[in-house]
């Protein structure tokens, strides 16, 4: 859909404007030293699917509280799927999206592994450009900031049967935010987690659904009480090899410069700040090889200098490198546990890229406003 054509569907958005907004000042302060997904816009957009009816009611709301049922399948089977995409506020003042197809594409993905209605791609894109027109002095400016984007679909069907739902809720709602972690480019510290695993063989591991999140919450408890940050999922069939992190793809450089990263394989997300690095090493004639990664060669690897550095990504995260690593029986640093030239490198190009400070050959930014 080109950038046109997404403001002319987002007319099909009814309007019903916040009658409280935040004011100028209210906002400003509310904008200030923001930090990840805590402040949300005046508005959010909606739109309906019935069984009957299919997908329809497409309005931008006052942002608040959902009216539910409490007996709604989303609060009973976890009929949910959601995305993240962030909105970037160039220097002119113009505002810009990236890759959002690639999202809303993967949102229609989600929906089919959970039964769910799969929203059109062209009300993807127009709930966005509708959402983001009238909340458009929301996107931040300062450095490292975005309107992070969270569009989601819930069953609200009003039934305790176990069933796809004959009615689901398209929403979209919008949070000015800042790094997804603090502290500037701060390597992360990752626990590779032997007990629990994020997903099975032809379980839901590549849908982006609130479940396989809500799995990750004890084993990441767990691991910050062991001081890490963040933990590393291992495949369930082996129990050795490599899949992602909890919220991010992981990706590992060794020293000959050939970068290497768990294939797609059904089991993790297909991220697209994952394919966006791949493309961009590609291009800095880096050899990317998406491939099965062992446990035992990615420790042994970061133990004899084989691998030099380890980042994780995702659209939250940016590139985030890794510092050190540890289980059950092994620690290790990466490196010297300082952010590697590699990844710093791809981070700067891929947010050069996204707030307009190079020119994207890639085709990959949408200007919304
Ligand atoms: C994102 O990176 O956008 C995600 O959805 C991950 C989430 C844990 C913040």
Known sequence: MTETAASTAAEAFRIERNPNPATPEERAQRLHDLKFGMQFTDHMAR????????WQDRRVEPYGPLQMDPASS??????????????????????HLFRPEANGERLQRSARRMALAELPLDDFMASIQALVEIDS??????????????????????????????????????????????????PVSIWVERDYHRAGPGGTGAAKCGGNYAASLLPQVQAAERGYDQVLYLDAATG??????????????????????????????????RSSVIQLLEDQQLKVVERDITLSELKEGVESGDIVEVFACGTAAI?????????????????????????????????????GRAEDTYGWMRQVI
Request: aromatic fraction near 10%; avoid cysteine.
């Open 137 to 186: 002095e929301w996107v931040p400016d300062a450095p490292e900031t975005s309107l992070y984007l969270r569009p989601f679909l819930i069953g609200t069907d009003v039934f305790l049967g176990l069933r796809p739902p004959k009615k689901v809720d398209y929403l979209l709602i919008a949070s000015p935010s800042g790094p997804y972690f603090h502290g500037g480019i701060k």
């Open 47 to 54: 739109v309906t699917w019935t069984a009957d009816g299919g």
């Open 240 to 273: 050795g090899v490599l899949e992602e992190l909890g919220g991010m793809n992981v990706f590992a450089v060794r020293a000959d410069g050939t970068v290497l990263t768990p294939i797609i394989n059904g089991n993790i997300l297909e991220g697209v700040t």
């Open 74 to 95: 989303v609060l009973h089977y976890a009929q949910e799927v959601f995305e993240g995409l962030k909105a970037y506020r160039w220097a002119d003042g113009s505002v």
């Open 319 to 355: 590139v985030t490198p890794v510092g050190r690593m540890g289980s059950t029986d092994f620690e290790v640093t990466v490196g010297d546990g300082q952010p590697g030239a590699v990844t710093l490198a791809v981070r700067q190009r891929l947010t050069d890229i996204q707030y």
